[in-house]
């Protein structure tokens, strides 16, 4: 594997060899980008991680149900929270089968960055023609996202939010974004999936009125299957 220089490490989070545009504080031509690609109204089939969930390395050290039981009582309310902390974007599924790529990471040239793309990455075996092998090869997902963010999945897309703060110079600056989410039928419910930078890796929550959800125990075991064997190898 090529050495992971900071220009290297620019140029892989920028992801603008994936064909995703980047936006950096300006809220509302990143809100209009989001408008153009014309998913608002869709629901969501499937979510998916195409990298790692760095919450379930430090400092829980938890990639099975197995490890999860022998959690102290405290850290295993970490492990239920619906939030990722991750580097690679978050796909979902959308209804048409279209696949929409959402990040929002630091970059060294640029600072906070946004990205939300359409049909620009593949659901599963994404090659990376940068890195010369397959995303889940180098930076392999460790847990279900289908099930972390599983109350979003049947909902629809209603709109999208754009949180900013003023700067010194008093001008806008954007500091996340978030997929507003309705469900698709009675009783109907309201949650937001939003998008921040988080020292510079991609942070993703799904919120209910501004709260973070948490998974009922009983999913745990669904959100490690498949994923037990995940080992950091680099």
Known sequence: MKPESDEMLQF???LTHFGMEPFTTDADAFRKHLQSLGVVGLRIQDIRLTGYNT?????HLCRSFA????????????????CAETDPPLLIRLED????????????????VYYAELDAMQWEGQFDEW?????DEWNPP??????????????????????????????????????????????????????????????I???KNGAVLELPETQIPALFAGFEDWKDDF
């Open 12 to 14: 892989k989070r920028e």
């Open 55 to 59: 919450i379930y390395i430090e400092p």
């Open 67 to 82: 490890e999860y039981e022998a959690l102290p009582e405290d850290w295993k309310l970490a492990i239920r929270r619906c």
């Open 97 to 112: 089968d279209r696949i929409l790529s959402l990040s929002s990471v630091e970059d060294y040239e640029y600072g906070e």
């Open 131 to 135: 890195w010369e092998m397959r995303i």
């Open 142 to 203: 460790n847990c279900n996202a289908n099930v972390l963010f599983g109350k979003a999945v049947g909902m629809k897309i209603d709109g999208f939010q754009m949180n900013t703060t003023f700067c010194s110079n008093g001008e806008l600056y954007m500091t996340s974004y978030a997929l507003e989410l309705v469900s698709a039928e009675p009783p109907f419910e309201r949650l937001e999936l939003t998008f921040e930078c988080y020292f510079g890796y991609n942070w």
């Open 205 to 207: 929550t799904l919120k």
